[in-house]
T-cell receptor
Framework: NAGVMQNPRHLVRRRGQEARLRCSPM?????VYWYRQLPEEGLKFMVY????????ESGMPKERFSAEFPKEGPSILRIQQVVRGDSAAYFC?????????????FGSGTRLTVV | SQQGEEDPQALSIQEGENATMNCSYK?????LQWYRQNSGRGLVHLIL?????REKHSGRLRVTLDTSKKSSSLLITASRAADTASYFC????????????FGTGTRLKVLA
């Protein structure tokens, strides 16, 4: 069981470029959550997805950010026209069901640096 | 407003000593979790305690929950240098919701 896999581990983008972050949940997990961590801060909820459905995107900025979890393949968090303030660590977590009675399993994160 | 806030923000102790970290929250919860994050790495789930539980143990970890005070504590006994990390509490908003709210963490440094 490979756990939650995120790639890339580090991503450098120039202002105005697009960033694509990928997350493959644990085997058997169909619920994916994206969180963002700014330096020296805790994690902030961004979006919750199930296969082919966005359940809750209340934590995601309305502009430039989008997320998907297609029927096949990893979940993708896309940030268009990145700005310096997007520099952060982005973590993905997965669970087998909506009720997280056993805690999340997090990936190692993607550290995005916008230059 | 912050749902979970850890205290202290930073803690430095000698190897072998116990480390206690506290977490306070504001609204009713269904459960509370503690996570560890090593520098530059992802979060590792340590313990989940439900609102009807008062204490839980896992190895050298002991977690307490006081719902009347809306607070939890994480005790690491006989600390080791490898325990050096940031520790976060995460709370849901009650009713088993999926959305967890993390505090800003306690940065623990264990000196060898």
């Amino acid at each position: 069981n490979a756990g939650v896999m995120q790639n890339p581990r580090h991503l450098v983008r120039r202002r105005g470029q697009e960033a694509r972050l990928r997350c493959s949940p644990m085997k058997g997990h169909s619920h994916v959550y994206w969180y963002r961590q700014l330096p020296e801060e805790g994690l902030k909820f961004m979006v919750y997805l199930q296969k082919e459905n966005i359940i809750d995107e209340s934590g995601m900025p309305k502009e430039r950010f989008s997320a998907e979890f297609p029927k096949e393949g990893p979940s993708i968090l896309r940030i268009q026209q990145v700005v310096r303030g997007d520099s952060a660590a982005y973590f993905c977590a997965s669970s087998p069901d909506r009720q997280t009675n056993y805690g999340y399993t997090f990936g190692s994160g993607t550290r995005l640096t916008v230059v | 407003s912050q749902q979970g806030e850890e205290d202290p923000q930073a803690l430095s102790i000698q190897e072998g000593e116990n480390a206690t970290m506290n977490c306070s929250y504001k609204t009713s919860i269904n459960n509370l979790q503690w996570y560890r994050q090593n520098s530059g790495r992802g979060l590792v789930h340590l313990i989940l305690i439900r609102s009807n539980e008062r204490e839980k143990h896992s190895g050298r970890l002991r977690v307490t929950l006081d719902t009347s005070k809306k607070s939890s504590s994480l005790l690491i006994t006989a600390s080791r240098a490898a325990d050096t990390a940031s520790y976060f509490c995460a709370t849901d908003a009650g009713s088993g919701t999926y959305k967890y709210i993390f505090g800003t963490g306690t940065r623990l440094k264990v000196l060898a």
